[in-house]
């Protein structure tokens, strides 16, 4: 059996079961004046008869529900089932009883021997209730372990990705700045690098993190530029929920260098609005700008982080003379 396949944990809790049962029908049967000869042979029925039931019903479940899934011959075979454990049950108690009584008739039989598996079925359905409970939390696991190894993947996917443009600026600058400008640029690289690794573990990390690492962004791109590019950053409200997923305003910001360009004289101007429940940042266009469709691989790592960390979606919208990115602030759950 698979998913009902029983582990120590379920056979510790039949154990527990059949030992409060039998302390419990001792005292009944007690009370009800049962002689020790009925105790005796009772309490073996009462655990074979549960057993019974337990094993034969696990394997049906699994036979005809989870793998054939033929509910009709389930049905049938269920009802055979507790019938046919009941009519033992009942022999086991007519021949065992000191007090001598008459076999039913057959309808009556029938309807009694139902009922004596019924009190089996208390056993049942716990057994099955704490199996659905332990497969939902694998499964909950399971789902989790996905989440993080994909969002590993998507970590690995940006960090080269940003590290291939910075070289790129390095490599411009060289041609063109002092050696301490290129030595200032690089010690603003480091830095942020050193944030990067920092937090390289963390899915998501505090508003005011990001927003310092973006200050860093913007001199490494006006440092290259010059007024090429302006960045702005506007505090309308205090957020309520400040945390962003690693690195994604970054994303952004790298989005709007990477995809549009100072074109006679235009600056390209970034806006970036942050309000109580959203980071929207907003930038203009150049002709240059591309499609929301053909998006790169930096917004796409983005939207798809925000699908495994949340169900809420980064918006976007693009205008003939502006693109806007409303990125969703994230709370943590404890």
Do not use: C
């Amino acid at each position: 059996m698979n998913s009902l396949k029983f582990n120590t944990s379920d056979y510790k809790f039949i154990l527990f079961y059949f030992i409060a049962g039998s302390i419990w029908l001792v005292y009944r049967w007690n009370v009800q004046d049962y002689s020790f000869f009925e105790i005796a042979t009772g309490l073996p029925g009462y655990i074979i008869k549960n057993l019974l039931l337990l094993f034969i019903f696990r394997w049906l479940i699994n036979e005809y529900l989870v793998i054939r899934k033929n509910y009709l011959i389930f049905i049938v075979l269920a009802f055979f089932t507790w019938e046919g454990v009941g009519f033992l049950d009942m022999w086991r108690d007519y021949y065992t009883a000191e007090v001598p009584w008459e076999l039913p008739s057959a309808q009556i039989m029938l309807v009694q021997n139902f009922n004596r598996g019924a009190d089996a079925f208390m056993l049942l359905g716990l057994v099955l209730g704490k199996k659905y409970y332990e497969n939902k939390l694998d499964n909950i696991k399971l789902q989790n372990s996905q989440k993080e190894l994909e969002l590993k993947v998507l970590r690995s996917q940006y960090d080269p990705h940003f590290l291939y443009n910075s070289l790129n600026t390095i490599d411009a600058l060289v041609e063109y700045s002092s050696k301490e400008k290129v030595k200032e640029y690089i010690s603003h690289l480091a830095a942020l690098y050193r944030y990067l690794i920092h937090t390289k573990d963390e899915d998501v990390v505090p508003l005011e993190d990001e927003i310092a690492l973006a200050k860093n962004y913007f001199y490494l791109i006006e440092t290259r530029f010059g007024n090429d590019y302006d960045f702005e950053i506007i505090k309308n409200r205090q957020p309520l929920n400040n945390y962003l997923p690693n690195g994604s305003l970054l994303t952004v910001l790298e989005n709007v260098v990477k995809h549009n360009a100072a074109l006679d004289g235009n600056t390209i101007s970034t806006k970036i609005f942050i309000e109580e429940s959203i980071v929207n940042v907003l930038n203009t266009v150049s002709k240059k700008e591309e499609k929301v469709e053909s998006m790169g691989t930096g917004l796409k790592n983005l939207k798809k982080r925000y699908q495994l960390l949340s169900d809420q979606k980064v918006q976007i919208e693009a205008t003939e003379n502006s693109f806007s990115i409303t990125l969703p602030l994230l709370s943590l759950v404890h």
